[in-house]
């Protein structure tokens, strides 16, 4: 693998650093199990495709000819829109989701499965894009860091970490239903019970949230069910994957590390990292290294 000067083996296409899932286990089966929920070609959508065109700040066009790094790539609901602009895409996730990538018969295409703190870099890339997973990792701010050493001088880094919650880790979710899950309930009995009833438990949860004046705080904390009604464009059968697939997410990630705006600002300051564009909504910054 020419941009980095690890030793890999090879299997199925995958250059392998690390054959071991880690603490990303549950991610490798989510998107094994439920590979295509979020793929915009799959489902007549343009969900994806629109996040990411918010989080670079441009249009997809903005790829043309690059060589671009995608972390924490997944099943690829990012990567079917890089690959077809940039001029090589290389893809890396620690979890199996990297076999079911659905870039990966595409020719400027390369699969790496490896902890992405554990490269060492070579051959450097136009652009580095990592979307979502800052927040799942040990460190976000060791994590931020390493992202630099991939990019060309006047290459390009995009990212984003989830903002915590208004209340911290007085949230529900965090003091209440991710222990609860993580230590009574097994991953696979709680997807099981999610897909046989999560028609009736997001009835539940929205008959909830109308009784508390349409209040998602209120009903997450009856029901941490996953519900994306008047917020995403998606049919009823989706919205039901798309809580399944999201509830796993959230209840079960091994580490979830939130970092606020102004905590990302500061620490790329730190770095001596240029922020071009930012978005406090998405938490998500397109920077490059200070000359």
């Not at 979020?38 to 700040?57: A, H, M, T």
Request: net charge positive.
């Amino acid at each position: 693998m020419q941009y980095f000067n690890n030793n890999f083996i090879e299997d199925k296409g995958v250059h392998i650093l690390d054959k071991d899932d880690k603490y990303v286990a549950n991610f490798g089966k989510q998107w094994r199990d439920h590979v295509d929920i979020q793929i915009d070609s799959k489902n007549g959508f343009n969900c994806s495709k629109d996040l990411l065109e918010n989080v670079i700040f441009s249009d997809i066009k903005y790829f043309q000819d690059k060589t671009v790094l995608e972390i924490g790539c997944g099943a690829g609901r990012f990567s079917e829109h890089i690959i077809k602009y940039a001029k090589e895409l290389v893809l890396v996730d620690l979890s199996q989701a990297i076999f079911f990538n659905v870039a990966q018969e595409s020719t400027n295409c390369k699969r790496i499965k490896a902890d992405f703190l554990r490269l060492i870099p070579n051959k450097k890339f136009d652009v580095v894009v990592c979307r979502g997973v800052l927040q799942h990792t040990p460190s976000p701010k060791e994590s931020i860091k390493k992202l630099y050493e991939f990019v060309k001088d006047e290459g390009e880094v995009i990212f984003d970490i989830y903002p915590p919650p208004k209340i911290g880790y007085f949230s529900p979710k965090y003091f209440l239903w991710r222990p609860l899950f993580k230590n009574l309930i097994e991953y696979e009995s709680c997807e099981k019970f999610l897909t046989d009833n999560i028609s009736l438990l997001l009835k539940i949860k929205r008959i909830i949230r109308k009784i508390f004046f349409n209040s998602r705080f209120i009903s997450d904390c009856f029901l941490p069910v996953y519900d994306y009604k008047d917020v995403l464009k998606l049919n009823d059968k989706q919205l039901e994957q798309w809580a399944v697939l999201d509830t796993l997410d959230g209840m079960y990630a091994e580490y979830e590390n939130p970092m606020s705006f102004k905590r990302v600002i500061n620490l790329l300051d730190k770095y001596n990292v240029e922020i071009k564009y930012s978005s406090k909504i998405h938490n998500a910054f397109r920077t490059s290294l200070k000359k």
